[in-house]
């Protein structure tokens, strides 16, 4: 089964029905950002992870259900937080602007 969108993080080899997934990309305008880091944090707030994006400004997390926060950071840009609930058995697709 794959759910990633045209140009998106491929789901080949991931269960999707035993996980809950937040993926997404991070974009400038229309272009990805590369090197920039997401960081998940739970919903008090608390650090729990964090990836560098890809060179297409992807990015991909394994959590538990809930809510959850994405707080990203890139060079020449304020943080940015964005507020994503996960479920087992779902993608939650994400598109950060900075």
């Known amino acids: 089964m794959c759910g990633a969108t045209e140009g998106g993080l491929s789901l080949d ?22 090197n920039a880091y997401v960081r998940l944090l739970d919903r008090t707030g608390e650090f729990t992870a964090e990836v560098p994006t890809s060179a ?10 809930g ?9 020449k840009a304020d943080p940015v937080d964005t507020r994503v609930v996960a479920a087992t058995g779902s993608v939650a697709e994400v598109a950060v602007a900075i």
């Open 13 to 34: 080899g991931v269960d999707v029905a035993k996980e809950a997934v937040i993926q997404g990309q991070v974009l400038r305008g229309e272009d990805p950002v590369p």
């Open 56 to 65: 297409t400004g992807h990015f991909r997390f394994f959590a538990n259900d």
């Open 67 to 75: 809510e959850w926060t994405l707080r990203t950071l890139a060079p």
